[in-house]
């Protein structure tokens, strides 16, 4: 395996259009459920990036058939509360938070133990945001009071509560309760303050029996479980997160433009989009249509000439979390102060992203205050690197990873980038696409 890659020279001005890999969230979940489904379900344009097909292969342990023919996946779903449960099963989520909530979430029902596994990153991150509500809805988790992977999980018998409060805008709280109530057939009902709304276009278009009231800040979600329901096709789209590198790359090379072609454009995915706006970024957003309660179209920008700083709503954290180490960047060419607020659940990512990040700024010489829920920005719109960087030790982080790549070749300065292979976890394309675009780099 490479062990950095070293970038030297500034990527020169691009006009290109470009797909980029399918959208994770959608990705995982179109197995998830095409597991739980009755019947073949074929997904097409799947993500084949780590987390993806680490889902591939615990659906496999878990007894599910799922094989592969040119560009589709064919899954035989065994229905719910079908999977084939036996002693001694481990499951290793590898670096997926995603993944590892959402399955455990698939697993409330299981007569034996089974254990589940994470990376390094994986094993830091907190459990008990779904350990909580899981084990109310009738599972057991053991060790007992342990909030971290490994974790095994188990039927407990014991179904204490039916109505959710999930306070953190967290998708992956939210997906794992409304997944768990699909299998039970009392009702449940969720507050969820807003997150991505992939769930709930699954379960309107599988027609599970769900109600949803939207209000401004909370979304009411009303379920009752099913015994079964149909298999499906899926043709994924291109994912918005990992557009926004190319976004990025775009805002800050002059004289550029890109065209990325059928985007994921949900409204619960927009805040980074919402954010440049703000920030004087113009973005056209063509050819919009709508796919199964998801919207794809065209993205269309260029580079700016002028980046305005921005004092950052609460409102867009949640449709942007993926997005805030890139939009750190912008702002550090920004002209003035930008301010981003109620963020500390960027530090529950793969790496604390809001720490890693902050130093990462101090190093290029981007003066910044960072407390553990927010983080002032003093930008330079004149910012240009000369001197040697090293970016290591952020817990082989992809997004860290990606977004110090888009930095050496829009900065200048000479570059050493620790744990290019971690872009495999959810953007395999990334270098390819750099490269198509004239980007220089050496794998080490
Ligand atoms: C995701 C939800 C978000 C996001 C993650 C994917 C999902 O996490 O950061 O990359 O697919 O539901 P949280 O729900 O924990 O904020």
Excluded at 156 to 176: C, D, L, T
Excluded at 317 to 329: C, M, P, T, Y
Aim: charged share 25%.
């Amino acid at each position: 395996m490479k062990k950095f890659i070293s970038i030297k020279k500034k990527i020169k001005k691009f006009n290109k259009v470009i797909n980029v890999d399918g959208d994770k969230s959608i990705s995982i979940r179109s197995l998830i459920f095409a597991s739980l489904a009755t019947g073949k379900s074929k997904i097409k344009n799947l993500l084949e990036s780590e987390d993806v097909l680490n889902t591939v292969n615990c659906l496999k342990t878990l007894g599910i058939i799922i094989h592969k023919k040119n560009n589709t996946y064919f899954v035989n779903g065994v229905g719910i509360n079908n999977f084939k449960y036996k002693k001694k099963i481990t499951l290793d989520a590898g670096n997926s938070g995603t993944l590892a909530r959402l399955l455990l979430s698939t697993l409330i029902n299981s007569p034996f133990k089974i254990k589940l596994t994470g990376d390094h990153s994986l094993s830091k991150r907190d459990f008990g945001r779904i350990i909580d509500p899981l084990t109310n809805l009738g599972a057991q988790f053991y060790p007992q009071n342990k909030k971290k992977l490994p974790l095994m999980i188990k039927k407990s018998n014991n179904k204490k509560k039916s109505k959710f409060y999930e306070k953190k805008g967290s998708a992956q709280v939210k997906s794992a309760i409304m997944i768990a109530a699909l299998q039970k057939k009392s009702l449940t009902k969720i507050i969820a303050k807003k997150s991505r709304n992939h769930t709930e276009n699954f379960f309107k278009f599988l027609n599970i029996p769900t109600k949803i009231k939207k209000t401004k800040k909370l979304d009411y979600i009303n379920i009752r479980g099913v015994e079964k329901f149909k298999s499906f096709n899926y043709n994924i789209p291109s994912d918005i997160s990992s557009s926004l590198f190319f976004i990025a790359l775009t805002i800050l090379t002059e004289s550029s433009q890109i065209k990325i072609k059928n985007v994921n454009v949900n409204s619960t995915r927009l805040g980074a989009i919402k954010i440049l706006k703000r920030m004087g970024i113009k973005f056209e957003i063509k050819n919009i249509r709508s796919y199964k309660g998801e919207k794809i179209s065209d993205i269309k920008v260029n580079s700016p000439k002028t980046i305005k700083p921005i004092d950052c709503p609460i409102k867009f954290n949640s449709s942007a979390i993926d997005e805030f180490l890139i939009i750190f960047l912008i702002a550090a060419k920004a002209k003035g102060i930008s301010y981003f607020k109620d963020i500390g659940e960027l530090n529950q990512k793969e790496s604390p992203r809001l720490k890693i990040c902050s130093k990462f700024l101090t190093m290029i010489g981007i003066k910044n205050k960072c407390t553990s829920n927010s983080i002032k920005i003093k930008g330079n719109p004149n910012l240009q690197l000369k001197g040697n960087y090293v970016m290591k030790n952020f817990l082989k982080d992809h997004r860290v990873f990606m977004m110090s790549t888009i930095a050496a070749l829009t900065l200048g300065g000479n570059w050493k980038i620790y744990d290019p292979h971690s872009a495999n976890t959810s953007f395999p394309s990334f270098l390819k696409l750099i490269k198509k675009l004239g980007g220089e780099f050496i794998l080490n």
